[in-house]
Each structure stands twice: as structure tokens, then as C-alpha cells.
Nanobody, 120 residues
Framework: QVQLVESGGGLVQPGGSLRLSCQAS????????MGWYRQAPGKERELVAR??????NYSNSARGRFTISRDNAKNTVLLQMNSLEPEDTAVYYC???????????????WGQGTQVTVSS
């Protein structure tokens, strides 16, 4: 059983910072990519940042303010979010492409989501 567990969400004032963490656990053969998506009320889920090997992709809204990093030894992905704006308020979901020990093909796994609220 593969799981993604997120932490680090919360309430922050505009201009503040938060760091999200996501750790994959369970019977894992390999992880090819890890990233963060978010979904605001009434909107579709959208990519925030994703890392695959040495390749990193950011959404236009995240670029320059957010930094994604990965600790392969700990199967962990971090998202450092600075200069937060009210428009960043959303549920943030961790995503990873994982090959489980029981198989040979990658599948997409999702965390349960963590709420980020930016408000004064």
C-alpha cells in the first residue's frame, strides 16, 4: 500500500511564507516524479510545481515565489511558498508517479490535501 502524507498547511497573512511537505511511504520500487497541485473553491485542480529528475516546472503564478525540492532518500517533496497572496488560498495536493514493489509500471498517487489560507 502506497501512501502520500502531506503536512505544513495553515493560515498565513499576505506576504507570509509556508512550507509544505509530502512523504511517500509503503512498498515502493521507484518514484519518477513528484509535485504539487492546488484546487481553489469553484475552480479546477491546477499544477503548482513538479520535479522529475533535474527538470522542474512551475506554474506562472508560482514561478519566482515558490520553490520545489526533493529528498530522494526520504521519498519527500517540499514546497517553500513565499510572498503568499490571497489568491494562493486553496487545498494543496501532493502528487507522485510511483512504481509499487508489486508492479513494474508507474501510477499516479495523490495525497489527501492540505488547506492553505492566505488572509489578514
Amino acid at each position: 500500500q502506497v501512501q502520500l502524507v502531506e503536512s505544513g498547511g495553515g493560515l498565513v497573512q499576505p506576504g507570509g511564507s509556508l512550507r509544505l511537505s509530502c512523504q511517500a511511504s509503503g512498498s515502493i520500487r521507484s518514484i519518477s516524479a513528484m509535485g504539487w497541485y492546488r484546487q481553489a473553491p469553484g475552480k479546477e485542480r491546477e499544477l503548482v510545481a513538479r520535479i522529475r529528475g533535474d527538470t522542474i516546472n512551475y506554474s506562472n503564478s508560482a514561478r519566482g515565489r515558490f520553490t520545489i525540492s526533493r529528498d530522494n532518500a526520504k521519498n519527500t517533496v517540499l514546497l517553500q511558498m513565499n510572498s503568499l497572496e490571497p489568491e494562493d488560498t486553496a487545498v494543496y495536493y501532493c502528487n507522485a508517479d510511483i512504481v509499487p514493489s508489486s508492479g513494474w509500471h508507474p501510477a499516479a498517487y495523490w495525497g489527501q490535501g492540505t488547506q492553505v489560507t492566505v488572509s489578514s
